[in-house]
């Protein structure tokens, strides 16, 4: 999932030999944000005043969220507050997104996901697919091997906590150059933050779009949002591991001991399944069934699909799901989610989603977004779906290199959403072409969590990571507008 949970990059501690960057950037942050804010403010824009005050707090907002003069989740904590003062809205209406439904999705899924972590689970599943006979010994499977690992549980479980887990038993299987260990590292960092395009849990950025897009007329769903998600990142998948083979070609490798490292990694000498295993398993099956199969059921027809999507809603199935967690007890007698560890999940996140859906109804509600998109409809004259949702998906994953990937939803999907209204086209491949690109920045350890924990390894150099990344930024900017282009037009949805 991407900052990360989900969350690949929220809250993240910057490396130490970027102590110098790092630090500026904020300070810049901190005397640019009131500046704009104020320039923006007193600006004699052609506005009406409440259109006009949130063009202000929005200038001031992109400069925290870029600079992260503020922690990112507490300038979204703060976006309600700036607008009920500032007279945008009243506080009901300023506050209501902050307990929008699909935040309780991330919530039930932060919940599994940290009882995955507490009992082994994810390792336990990392270490047992990448020790398959098929893979062992042969180098250009086992990186493949790594990569589909890092993919599948970052459909569901954070991109950042997958990468920690896997890189140290990847790191265990080289033998040779660093050289040849940077290729295999940059891939599966990639392929974690890949992997959370496949799923609305997957990556903020997912669900924003979803929300955004289904308060915009066109319903996402679980099931709707995977037709589209998992195709790309299969493709995205596909684009690194061919580029990666090309450019940083695997070496052999001595194997590990699959038994051992097991019992090692899950923390459970005896290499059997706890109760606490079973029980974080169970609640995961739980959820998963209920995110897919009423959106299964409602694809085919069926009055029955239709009944349970209204009823068990995602965030609905995220929470009833994460509930067993704390109703049953594991090996040494206590809860398999006692809530001193519950509460540690990124409530961040949930603050991130809750301020970025305040400013993005707003600008709605208001018609800024309507007057930016008119105003860039007339200064680019692009009109055309397609060119609009190229130059849309490329200046995302750039942007994200510098900017939190669920910031950048929030700050990008309101908008480009309107600038399709604008142009009288369909807003759902711009729109989805954000939401998707967005987890795509390749180039900078600052841009995602995987990117700098490879990066932290010493295995990868910077220069290896921006040339690597430059050109995959672009590959998979295309290939995502490529296979909207093929897939949209073909489930029917323009």
């Known amino acids: 999932m991407s900052p990360s949970a989900p969350a690949s990059d929220v809250g993240r501690k910057p490396l130490a030999d970027d102590d110098g960057p790092s630090t500026l950037r904020p300070r810049i942050g901190q005397v640019l944000a009131p500046l704009v804010f104020l320039g923006v403010w007193f600006a004699p824009l052609d506005l009406e005043p409440q259109p006009h005050r949130l063009a202000a707090i929005f200038g ?32 009901d209406t300023a506050f209501a997104p902050y307990a929008d439904p699909l935040l309780f999705l991330f919530i039930g899924g932060f919940f599994i996901a940290r009882a995955m972590a507490r ?4 390792r336990r599943i990392a270490n047992g697919l990448v020790s398959l006979p098929i893979v062992r010994g042969r180098p250009s499977r086992v990186r493949l ?27 265990g299987t080289f033998a040779g150059s660093s050289e040849r260990r940077s290729g295999s590292l940059l891939a599966v960092a990639y392929a974690c933050s890949i992997g959370g395009l496949g799923t609305m849990v997957g990556s903020p950025p997912n669900g924003i779009t979803a929300r955004l897009l289904t308060a915009a007329g066109h319903p996402f769903d679980f099931v709707r949002w995977m037709m589209i998600g998992v195709p790309v990142a299969l493709g995205c998948l596909v684009l690194v591991y061919v580029f990666s083979n090309r450019v940083l070609p695997a070496i052999p490798a001595p194997p590990p001991e699959p038994e051992d490292e097991v019992a090692s990694i899950a923390g459970n000498p005896g290499g059997g399944w706890t109760r606490g295993e079973r029980v974080v398993l169970a609640a995961f099956g739980l959820a998963v069934a209920g995110w897919m199969v009423p959106g299964i059921l409602k694809s085919a027809g069926s009055e029955l699909g239709a009944a349970l999507s209204s009823a068990l809603p995602g965030g609905v199935v995220a929470i009833l799901a994460a509930s067993v967690l704390f109703l049953f007890r594991d090996d040494r007698g206590e809860l398999v989610l006692p809530w001193k560890e519950a509460n540690r999940i990124d409530w961040g996140i949930v603050m991130l989603f809750g301020g970025g859906l305040s400013l993005g109804v707003q600008m709605a509600d208001t018609g800024l977004a309507d007057e930016v998109a008119r105003a860039f409809v007339r200064s680019t004259g692009i009109t055309d779906l397609w060119a609009l949702t190229i130059l849309i998906a490329v200046a995302t994953i750039f942007f994200t290199e510098v900017c939190s990937n669920t910031a950048s939803a929030n700050i990008l999907v309101p908008i480009v959403i309107a600038i399709a209204n604008e142009a009288g086209v369909s807003p759902i491949p711009p729109a989805l072409a954000v939401g998707l690109a967005a987890s795509c920045a390749f180039m900078l ?34 290939l995502i507008v490529l296979l909207l282009w093929l897939l949209l037009p073909l489930y029917g949805w323009i």
């Not at 300038?75 to 007279?87: D, H, K, R, S």
């Not at 091997?145 to 790191?171: E, K, R």
Request: charged share 5%.
């Open 445 to 478: 350890p600052i841009a995602t969590g995987p990117n700098a924990i490879v990066y932290g390894s010493g295995q990868v150099t910077l220069p290896e990571m921006m040339k690597f990344g430059f050109w995959l930024n672009l590959g998979a900017g295309l």
């Open 60 to 91: 001031a907002v992109v400069i925290l969220w870029v600079t992260e003069a503020l922690p990112i989740a507490a300038t979204a904590l703060l976006i309600a507050p700036a607008m009920v003062a500032a007279g945008v809205c009243d506080a």
């Open 145 to 171: 091997a790594f990569m589909l690992t890092g993919a599948a549980l970052s459909m569901w479980i954070s991109n950042t906590a997958t990468t920690a887990i896997l890189v140290p038993i990847l790191l």
């Open 119 to 122: 009992h082994g689970l994810d």
